[in-house]
């Protein structure tokens, strides 16, 4: 499978404890996103990369959040003395974006957080 | 990103088209349409994008206004696999994210 990979799908957890998500993002895809989405709701934009550099982060994106993509390729998103708000769908895509070209956006099938 | 407004949710039989409107009355020129689509408990697929011109792949068909402030998304023959939210989204080609919104929840019914 070449598809977007994310790891683990579910995550039960106590609040106050930390989690992370990794996703491994297409070969050669160069930009990398997370998306974070609750029940009945759209995904929401938390951060993007280009290879290592992170571009862009949400407001939505508190310190207790962090992202990283130490090479360009796998991402991890990191999760400090989780809340019950934040329990979700969390949603990794990836594309390849060069100049003004549209770069569709793969995702991976989720990583979904229960916070107790 | 401009807005999109979209049906909450709507019902069509097996094997019949689908018709998926979208209204983006403050497009600006330079932003594209895309459609993507998002099937219970998965991560949201890609089905078309187009600027102006009408698009046809082979999952569905778009067709976007001369004056480009609304847009169809047409499956052709819908089966109840296609049961799914659909969202239609506006974006600078180039564009760093996707910004959704609520979408469209078809329901297919046999």
Known sequence: DTGVSQDPRHKITKRGQNVTFRCDPISEHNRLYWYRQTLGQGPEFLTYFQNEAQLEKSRLLSDRFSAERPKGSFSTLEIQRTEQGDSAMYLCASSFQRGPSTGELFFGEGSRLTVL | ?110
């Open chain 2, 1 to 110: 990103d401009a807005k999109t407004t979209q049906p909450p949710s709507m019902d069509c039989a097996e094997g019949r088209a689908a018709n998926l409107p979208c209204n983006h009355s403050t497009i600006s020129g330079n932003e594209y349409v895309y459609w993507y689509r998002q099937i219970h408990s998965q991560g949201p697929q890609y089905i078309i994008h187009g600027l102006k011109n009408n698009e046809t792949n082979e999952m569905a068909s778009l067709i976007i206004t001369e004056d480009r402030k609304s847009s169809t998304l047409i499956l052709p023959h819908a089966t109840l696999r296609d049961t799914a939210v659909y969202y239609c989204i506006v974006r600078v080609g180039g564009a760093q994210k996707l910004v959704f919104g609520q979408g469209t929840r078809l329901t297919i019914n046999p």
